[in-house]
């Protein structure tokens, strides 16, 4: 305990200030600001829960998921409780997103666990990615 700070360096920039920035590169910040602020349910029983309770903000699912009756229920729930519904690729890329992963000493995602659906229950302070999700949630 020598009573010297440990700086730690700020995570640099995923886009040039000025640039549009792509939904996904968006919704990948989003998910993880919404991870560091306790705002994410994962996985179909945490999600419906949420959705039922009126809470949920947003709704992402995984295209790549192999239970037709799992999507169909998800799309169900999402139109009832009027919650916006954006897809993604892989279920990997989405359980990496929403922290259900090791990080290695480098900073790599090591033992991602898949993750179909992932819903966004607060997404912590606004920034430039929760505009640009929110704008394209607007436009679909």
Known sequence: MSGEEVVVPAEPAATIPGE???IMTAL???LRKSLAYGGLARGLHE???VIEKHAAQLCVLAEDCDQPDYVKLVKAICAEHNVSLLTVPSAKTLGEWAG???IDSEGKARKVTGCSCVVVKDFGEEHEAYN???QHVKSQ
């Open 132 to 134: 640009v999700v929110l």
């Open 20 to 22: 549009p920035m792509d």
């Open 100 to 102: 259900l992963c090791k």
């Open 28 to 30: 990948q910040l989003v």
């Open 47 to 49: 999600a419906a829960k």
